[in-house]
Structure formats: C-alpha cells, structure tokens
C-alpha cells in the first residue's frame, strides 16, 4: 500500500488539543484546573472522559467545545482552530458542528418540547437534509419515545423525558460531534440506564463522535476509549 492510500485510510480527527491549559485565580493564588493537555479523537470514535470530581473533566469538555477559553494551547475541531476565532464565530462553528447533552437538561422552561427541538434549527438556519423544520422536530422526539407529548412544557415531563427531549435537541440536526457532560448525573439508575442505551443507539445510527464525562464505570465501559485526567492532567487513555 502507497504512503498515498495509507493517507486517504487514516480517520479523520475530529478533535484535536494541543498544549491546553487552563488556570484561574482563586482566593489562595493561582489554581491550575487542566495542565498542558494534549488528545486526538477521531471521527467516529466514542470517548468517556473520566476522573474524581475535581479533577478537570467538565473544564476540558468546555474547553474542547469552545465555550471556554483557555489560558494556552489550542483546540482544532474538524480541523478548524476554535481559539482563532471570537465568541461569536465559535459559536458559528459549534452551531455546524456539535450537539449537547447536559446533566441538568438545559431546556428552556417556556418552550414546549416540540419548540425547545425546533431551536437549534431555528438559530442556525439549517434544517436536516434539508428537510421541513417542523417535520424533522416531531420526527425526532418520536424516535425517542416522545410523539405523544410535544406540546408538553419542560415542568410537565419527567427527569427520564426531558433528557429525551434534550437528546432529541442534540441529534435533529445530525452533528458530527456529540459532547455529554454527566448526562444520568440527575436520573435514577434505571431511567438513566434506558437514557444511556438511547444515546448509544442514537450516536450508532449517525456514525457521530461522541465524547462524554462521566463517572458511572459501567457507561465509561461502553466506550470505545477512556481518557482518564487526575489533578488536570492526562494520567491514561
């Protein structure tokens, strides 16, 4: 085989960190959360980012998604440097490429499940394959349990359908990235069991990357890779 086709077969990386650092004064100094962190993760590739609490894992999560900014290194998602860009044009970048399972939701409380699923559409201006918006929010909450409450308000769903509705939100429009930060941190064993068995089905149905902190073994277990931080470094993975 060629050093060519040996190219063209490499997976692609979907995110990449380079140096990443983070640090923040507190009332004793500086405090050093993540230090000198460096990954790859490739397309397709299912990550658990694990470590005691403290340890940095929803720091780097931010980070790798933009949200935060590094006090130095470099993250490059799909290629693209997210730190070369302001705020807004990360935003830009997350809004093509990355979709966000939380552990507290994140639904806004005065849209029904139906609107809180149309949002992301509605702020990027894309619809999946080009589909109907509308079309494409209902079919979403459906293929996760949920066509029978899309006009339901967050308060009115369970902790168990919410998520739904937010992994719903995550996935309409296809990203090729997932990030999940503790995503049964608020559900029960059994409801955050059916929750994580949804995500996975999901993410294999979409051939995404899916990067994900947690704590529960068992989901880390499911991963193709464990990144493992202690202190706010790298210690396996």
Not at 112 to 118: D, H, I, K, R
Not at 177 to 186: F, V, Y
Not at 198 to 219: C, K, P
């Given at each position: 085989?060629?050093?060519?086709?040996r190219?063209?077969?490499a997976?692609?990386?979907?995110?990449?960190?380079?140096g990443?650092?983070?640090i923040?004064q507190?009332?004793?100094g500086?405090?050093?959360i993540?230090?000198?962190?460096?990954?790859?993760?490739a397309?397709?590739?299912?990550?658990?980012?694990?470590g005691?609490?403290?340890?940095?894992?929803?720091?780097?999560?931010?980070?790798?998604?933009?949200?935060?900014?590094?006090?130095?290194?470099?993250?490059?998602?799909?290629?693209?440097?997210?730190?070369d860009?302001?705020?807004d044009?990360?935003?830009?970048v997350?809004?093509?490429?990355i979709?966000?399972?939380?552990?507290?939701?994140?639904?806004?409380?005065?849209?029904?499940?139906?609107?809180n699923?149309?949002?992301?559409?509605?702020?990027?201006?894309?619809?999946?394959?080009?589909?109907?918006?509308?079309?494409?929010a209902?079919?979403?909450?459906?293929?996760?349990?949920l066509?029978?409450?899309?006009?339901?308000y967050?308060?009115?769903?369970?902790?168990?359908?919410?998520?739904?509705?937010?992994?719903?939100?995550a996935f309409?429009?296809?990203p090729?990235?997932?990030?999940?930060?503790?995503?049964?941190?608020?559900?029960?064993?059994?409801?955050?069991?059916?929750?994580?068995e949804?995500?996975?089905?999901?993410?294999?149905?979409?051939?995404?990357?899916?990067?994900?902190?947690?704590?529960?073994?068992?989901?880390a277990?499911?991963?193709?890779?464990?990144?493992?931080?202690?202190?706010?470094r790298?210690?396996?993975?």
């Amino acid at each position: 085989m060629s050093s060519q086709q040996r190219a063209n077969d490499a997976p692609t990386v979907a995110l990449q960190a380079r140096g990443l650092t983070k640090i923040v004064q507190d009332a004793t100094g500086r405090l050093t959360i993540l230090d000198d962190i460096n990954l790859d993760i490739a397309a397709g590739e299912t990550v658990a980012i694990v470590g005691a609490s403290g340890s940095g894992k929803s720091t780097l999560l931010g980070l790798l998604a933009g949200l935060d900014v590094p006090t130095g290194g470099e993250v490059r998602l799909f290629g693209t440097s997210l730190f070369d860009h302001d705020e807004d044009g990360r935003a830009r970048v997350r809004a093509q490429n990355i979709g966000f399972v939380f552990q507290s939701f994140q639904l806004l409380p005065h849209l029904t499940a139906l609107e809180n699923v149309l949002l992301p559409m509605e702020l990027s201006g894309r619809t999946p394959d080009g589909n109907d918006a509308m079309r494409a929010a209902r079919e979403m909450l459906a293929r996760v349990g949920l066509a029978e409450r899309l006009s339901h308000y967050p308060k009115t769903l369970s902790g168990g359908e919410q998520q739904r509705v937010a992994l719903a939100r995550a996935f309409v429009l296809r990203p090729p990235l997932l990030l999940a930060d503790e995503p049964t941190g608020s559900l029960d064993a059994r409801t955050g069991e059916a929750v994580i068995e949804l995500m996975f089905e999901l993410n294999r149905e979409r051939g995404s990357t899916l990067v994900l902190v947690t704590h529960d073994a068992q989901i880390a277990a499911r991963c193709g890779r464990r990144i493992e931080l202690q202190a706010g470094r790298i210690v396996g993975g």
